[in-house]
């Protein structure tokens, strides 16, 4: 029988390793599951509540994981079910939740149900893929595209149909419109879950069931802009509306919610990727039967000018009400934030700082990526040492993933201590100032800056827990108010190199608030923040 549930998830802070650049145990320089175990408790220390796993699982790695060719064990480079195991009871040793990545819409084309699919028309996983047959002049079926470039339809000779692919052509789609696959796949969560998991983050959740008649998707308007992928790649000039987001997928995440909840406190993400972000977020999120939060696209583009982020914000209180969100400012898939948004201007430990303290004022649970906290830069990685399949395609103008990437500095041993072989990327030359072991001695450093303003975080349920209402749009600042019970606190951040004024609405007033490390003020109807500075204050009168 399943305990009550303590919504643990609500407004946690969750940290993200991607296992590969983490740590490396056994000096091959990928780093794996039993390198995580060595360093939870730096996770721990930063006040997280939870540890998000990019995958580990059985893998060809063409997409570093992503590809998966068996969900239920442990891919040989990052170590085995028993290392999985000792991860997990040394994570709840230390208070620490596992939530694992899930990558359920598409599988790698070395999986044993693809392999069987393929073999014939007539199979037992026939109809476990999305086939369809070619126009009468051999073409795709329709218009649809992959994210990682060119027609998201493949020839196979074998059973001369197009298979969907969504990404590479070596992740084929599954068929959610086959139960049977729904089932297996609903199998994979259950197996997991029986291993202690807390949770999962489902890697690219809208994109599970597709059209059945496979219409055409219609061209993206003119001068309309998509956070889907960068504007170099064409799949920014369609609009989605067939080959991902039905309504059949709802019916799927019902089904997964309520196995997830015959277990004790186990929490869901869905990433989603969408032209109408926030309003599949609130249908993904509504009620108590689909997840239990999602995360979408709009903080993670180059763009940082204040009055976007407060149009971000303010959509996502127009499109998606009070549906709950799990914010992020950096992952796996985009370089590193500090870099990313540069043009804010100020040296890169203050930007590091003030961003850290705006993405952990949001409401709802944040994601912190590995390395944020202490400040790290994205690392050109030369295109000969490049890894990532994405920006290989891609390249010039789209240089991938890897430069964000990169292996985690720790401290000046050899190769900043993540491993005693060759790292699978070249480490950041500028990560040598910045690595763990400097950080934790430097009492002014990013990491325990973050560390301080964690645990003054779960002083101020306000800002854990409080709903969010936006102030004025401002050339240089982005102004809220945080509300739960009685309490009110404003929180406004100076997202410029320049000192900046904010007038508050008539009758606003408040006293200000200590103990984060920030130095904006409060007084006479007004907010004062030098460059890159934030203010947090109680407040009556909004």
Known sequence: MSQPQTNWWRGAVIYQVY????????????????????????????????????????????????????????????????????????????????LIDLVLSHTSDQHPWFKESRSSRDNAKKDWYVWAESKEDGTPPNNWLS???????????????Y????????????????????????DVAKFWLDRGVDGFRLDTVNFYVHDKQLRDNPPMPRGNISNTAPMVNPYTRQQHVHDKTQPENL???????????????????????????????????EGNNRLHMAYVFA?????????????????YLRDAGNAYVCWSLGNHDVP???TRWAALGGDERQRANLLGAFLMSLPGAVCIYEGEELGL??????????????????????????????????????HLGFTTGTPWLPLGEAHGNKTVADQETDVGSVMNDYRRFISWR???????????????????????????????????????DKPATFKLPAGVQGSNIGGHDFSGHLGHGQIDLGPLQACFARVTGV
């Not at 480079?77 to 230390?94: N, S």
């Not at 994210?147 to 149909?161: E, L, M």
């Not at 309520?258 to 406190?265: E, F, I, N, P, S």
């Not at 903080?299 to 959509?315: D, Q, S």
């Open 147 to 161: 994210i990682f470039g060119g027609s998201a339809w493949q020839w196979d000779t074998r059973r001369q149909q």
């Open 299 to 315: 903080l993670l583009t180059e763009m940082c000018e204040p009055k976007y982020l407060h149009g971000v914000l303010a959509e």
């Open 377 to 414: 830069t994205d690392v050109d990685v030369p295109f000969e040492l490049m890894q990532d399949p994405y920006g290989i395609t891609m390249w010039p103008e789209f240089k991938g993933r890897d430069g964000c990437r990169t292996p985690m500095p720790w401290d000046h041993s050899a």
């Open 336 to 338: 590193r934030l500090v």
């Open 19 to 98: 296992p590969r650049s983490f740590q490396d145990s056994n000096g091959d320089g990928i780093g794996d599951l039993p390198g995580v175990t060595q360093r939870l408790e730096h996770i721990a220390s930063l006040g997280a509540q939870a540890v998000w796993l990019s995958p580990f699982f059985t893998s060809p790695m063409l997409d570093f994981g992503y590809d998966v060719s068996d969900y239920c064990d442990v891919d040989p480079i990052f170590g085995t079910l028993a290392d999985f195991d000792k991860l997990v009871a040394r994570a709840h040793g230390l208070g620490l939740k596992v």
């Open 163 to 186: 298979y969907m692919h969504n990404f590479l052509t070596s992740q084929p789609d599954l068929n959610f419109h086959t139960p049977a696959v729904q089932d297996a796949l609903l």
């Open 458 to 496: 779960k002083t101020q349920p306000a800002v854990q827990f409080g709903n969010l209402q936006l102030l004025d749009a401002h050339d240089q600042v982005v102004a809220f108010v945080r509300q739960h019970g009685d309490e009110t606190t404003l929180c406004a951040f100076n997202l410029s």
């Open 251 to 285: 019916l799927f995440l019902q089904k997964l919610r309520a196995l997830c909840d015959k277990y004790d406190d186990i929490t869901t993400i869905g990433e989603i990727g969408d032209d109408h972000q926030y309003q599949t977020l609130a249908q993904y999120t």
